[in-house]
Nanobody, 115 residues
Framework: QVQLVESGGGLVQSGGSLRLSCAAS????????MGWYRQAPGKQRDLVAK???????NYAGSVKGRFTISRDNAKNEVYLQMNSLKPEDTAIYYC?????????WGQGTQVTVSS
């Protein structure tokens, strides 16, 4: 059973930075696209960034230029560096596969950006 554990969220002021981490167990992430998703209250969960096994990246327009996704296949971890945070970035952040299929969702990590 694959388990994903997200961490690194918190409360930060507008313009601040956070670095999220995602540790996977039960399967190697090495061959997969991995993604970071977020879900704000009352909204659907959306993909904000994804990274291929080879390191190619894609970003949602709302975070492009501010967020950076990276991975460490040896540690089986994925990261999301978030800079210039805005109140509209407030959400629960999750990691998972970056395609159509998903592994079981973790508990996510709450990011709250105050204005």
């Amino acid at each position: 059973q694959v388990q994903l554990v997200e961490s690194g969220g918190g409360l930060v002021q507008s313009g601040g930075s956070l670095r999220l981490s995602c540790a996977a167990s039960g399967s190697s992430i090495r061959l997969y696209w991995m993604g970071w998703y977020r879900q704000a209250p009352g909204k659907q969960r959306d993909l904000v960034a994804k990274i291929s096994s080879g390191g190619s990246t894609n970003y949602a327009g709302s975070v492009k230029g501010r967020f950076t996704i990276s991975r460490d296949n040896a540690k089986n971890e994925v990261y999301l560096q978030m800079n210039s945070l805005k109140p509209e970035d407030t959400a629960i952040y999750y990691c998972n596969l970056g395609g159509i299929a998903n592994w079981p969702w973790g508990q996510g990590t709450q990011v709250t950006v105050s204005s």
